[in-house]
């Protein structure tokens, strides 16, 4: 590492190492296999996270600043493509015009309530690097405080915008629920003014059909939500806006645990007047994992902490003491829609984990197996295993990947004709510490503590990013 980036890294580690952007986009047939590649997995592997082209300021960048940019390999008889491309958003476009940054991010917001007027060109650049969705035989790369971007495959190019017709009218989240029975895709915007929460369905065709605000006491941070076949969940948890927090010199958006956490379950179809909230014991979640109705109850599995400093990550890199609490466990929530009762408990006391995934076909129906990527706390809580649970019988499987070898969320992509809930593989990029290597792993979902079936070397570097995602072959 040279004077350069040691001063980099001083001053934000996520500018440096594997978490330094790219600056090329290839596209390279992978030859360099260790094991084989199935002939019955054909789709597209994908995964999405920031890459910065314009940095306003080294220290006060976030890692959710970044660009977006997708890495994809594309799986077809046994053979293997790898692409990453820029999702081509109007403001990294203008951005390159100028030749130089007009968004600050995260740190806009901190000038915004010290009265510095925003750009122009608004408060913040629609950059689509956390998560994607499939439906409706469309790929949509997405940020949470805007529209999506809809995405061509097998190319990556960028399409545009998609405001459904004009019909969506708030933020969309980054993570969507599409019920694999119905076609329906539900989805939400949080905001930090007034309306705070608004939901909407989105019909198997990929028409906006429902939108409805959500009444809570103040705008707060949520990344996801749940759905079973006749509810879609929110969760109203302890990072909340403040600008009044803000102007006095705090954090504008902050861990505020007096807000309390609560679980707000409404008919799919339903209004503001139809949701039933059930107060829980105060968490921070993420990512749930699924959700689905037994009789009178909503049971709810997600990664919960104890608390999150989400605003604070460039400031807190590399710190060790005190932050496990920060780190998830898969948690069970069970919701009496009769007597308004909630339940809870840990599924897991060992494990530190997130990006928690399923059998996407389940979605909103009775699961068995929950992915996960467990946190190595020792390490900058780095992922260093890959976790498999199984709710019929409590059994925890562990695919580690040695030392040294950090990877990201995985997700499940079924085999071609499959004929059960885990047939199929648990896809997912590593990064090789020791070899300055990124690779692709494949892994027998049924056989997951065993080698990779395959393990595919990448020529180009893939940095640490957010979500991945598969898009089966039509």
């Known amino acids: 590492m040279n004077a ?25 047939e992978l030859v360099e296999v260790i094991g084989e590649i199935p002939k019955d997995l054909n789709g597209h592997f994908l995964r999405i996270g920031p890459n910065p082209v314009f940095v306003p ?93 809809k995405m061509t495959l097998p190319d990556l190019g960028t399409a545009g915008e ?10 969309f989240t980054a993570h969507p629920k599409v019920d694999a029975v119905t076609g329906e895709m539900m989805t939400f915007g949080y905001a930090p003014f007034p309306p705070y929460l608004t939901y909407s369905v989105i019909d198997q065709k990929g028409k906006l059909v429902h939108t409805t605000p959500i009444t809570i006491p103040k705008g707060v941070m949520m990344h996801d939500c749940a759905i079973t076949e006749h509810y879609t969940v929110f969760l109203d948890m302890p990072i909340t806006f403040d600008f009044m927090r803000g102007a006095a010199g705090g954090m504008m958006l902050d ?48 990664s919960r902490s104890l608390r999150s400093d989400i605003s604070r990550a460039t400031e807190n890199a590399g710190k060790q003491e005190g932050m496990t609490d920060q780190l998830g466990q898969l948690y069970e929530w069970r919701l009496n829609m009769k007597t308004g009762e909630a339940t809870e408990r840990h599924l897991d006391k060992v494990h ?94 049924q056989n997951f503590e065993a080698p990779p079936v395959a393990t595919i070397r990448i020529p180009h570097r893939v940095p640490f990013g957010f979500h991945a995602g598969w898009a089966p072959d039509n």
């Open 352 to 445: 530190f984990c997130d990006f928690t995934r399923i059998n996407d076909d389940l979605a909103g129906r009775r699961s068995r197996y929950t992915y996960a990527a467990r946190f190595d706390p020792a390490h900058d809580a780095k992922f260093d295993a890959e976790l498999k649970y199984d709710d019929a019988t409590g059994a925890i499987q562990v695919h580690t990947f040695g030392q040294g070898r950090w990877g990201g969320e995985g997700v499940f992509a079924k085999r071609d004709n499959a004929k059960s809930e885990d047939d199929g593989y648990v896809i997912l990029f590593l990064w090789d510490e020791n070899a300055e290597r990124s690779e692709c792993l494949i892994i027998d979902a």
């Open 57 to 149: 300021d080294v220290a006060t960048y976030h890692i959710f600043d970044g660009d977006g940019m997708i890495h994809a390999v594309q799986f077809e008889d046994g053979k293997a493509t790898y692409r990453n491309r820029f999702v081509d958003t109007e403001g990294l476009r203008k951005e390159r015009e100028k030749g130089t940054w007009i968004w600050k991010g995260m740190a806009g917001m901190a000038d915004l309530v010290k009265g510095v007027p925003p750009p122009e060109e608004g408060l913040m650049k629609n950059t689509a690097n956390t998560a994607m969705v499939y439906h409706n035989n469309t790929l949509y790369a997405l940020m949470e405080a805007a529209p999506p971007h």
């Open 255 to 302: 861990w505020e645990p007096e807000n309390g956490s609560r679980l707000g379950v409404v008919p799919r179809y339903g209004s503001d007047a139809d949701v039933k909230w059930f107060d829980v014991d105060i968490s921070m979640v993420f990512h749930v994992s699924n959700a689905w109705e037994e009789g009178d109850m909503v049971v709810v599995q997600a």
């Open 162 to 171: 998609e405001t459904f017709d004009g019909a969506l009218k708030h933020p």
């Open 4 to 28: 350069i980036s040691k001063t980099i890294e001083a001053a934000n580690p996520f500018l440096t190492g594997n978490y330094a952007p790219v600056t090329e986009e290839h596209v390279t």
